[in-house]
Antibody, heavy 116, light 108 residues
């Protein structure tokens, strides 16, 4: 069974940083591209970043490019999202997701709140 | 950038009803269109990929159609567990980039 477990969310002040982690199990992590999707409270889904199998190919939404960095450690079956220069509009549940063209599995999400 | 517009944004239906949700792309996207269901407080779940391909384990009352710019998700006989929000999503094969529609809330 595929499992994706996010962690690292929390309350952060505007301008601050957070690093989200997602530990994967139940599939060969190193052979799958991975994705982060977020959902602001009461709002729809927003793709923010994807990463190729070896970590060399990275893709970002315009809303986070230059502030967020996606990465992975295949030896630890873990996906990361480094979030810098956070703003109020980044407040959302952040979902770790398997694959890119269509998301076949999702984590339960971790809540990031940006507020002073 | 390609925009995905869903309609309606919400609809009221009853168990047993036939429900159709529409997703319109701002330009031709071939069949690069997926559908998800999201229940309250849960992560989304993919129902259909590439416009009309039912994911394994998804009930056959769900079906998807369309190509180019106009797509539909149909639930032939709405069940109590189908009350949820449905999203369409376009993907670009050349570079991973997902665009979601605004969602359609199906409520009683």
């Amino acid at each position: 069974e595929v499992q994706l477990v996010e962690s690292g969310g929390g309350l952060v002040q505007p301008g601050g940083s957070l690093r989200l982690s997602c530990v994967a199990s139940g599939f060969t992590f190193s052979s799958r591209a991975m994705t982060w999707v977020r959902q602001a409270p009461g709002k729809g889904l927003e793709w923010i970043s994807s990463l190729g199998r070896n970590g060399d190919d990275t893709y970002y939404a315009d809303s986070v490019r230059g502030r967020f960095t996606i990465s992975r450690d295949n030896s630890k079956n873990t996906l990361y999202l480094q979030m810098n220069s956070l703003i109020a509009e980044d407040t959302a549940i952040y979902f770790c997701a398997k694959d890119t063209w269509w998301v076949t599995s999702w984590g339960q999400g971790t809540l990031v709140t940006v507020s002073s | 950038d390609i925009q995905m517009t869903q309609s309606p944004s919400s609809l009221s239906a009853s168990v047993g009803d036939r429900v159709t949700i529409t997703c319109q792309a701002s330009q031709d996207i071939s069949n690069y269109l997926n559908w998800y269901q999201q229940k309250l407080g849960k992560a989304p779940k993919v129902l259909i990929h590439d416009a009309s391909n039912l994911e394994t384990g998804v009930p056959s009352r769900f079906s998807g159609g369309g190509s180019g710019t106009h797509f539909t998700l149909t639930i032939t006989s709405l069940q109590p567990e189908d009350f949820a929000i449905y999203y369409c999503q376009h993907y670009e094969k050349g570079r991973p980039s997902l665009t979601f529609g605004g969602g359609t809330r199906v409520e009683t």
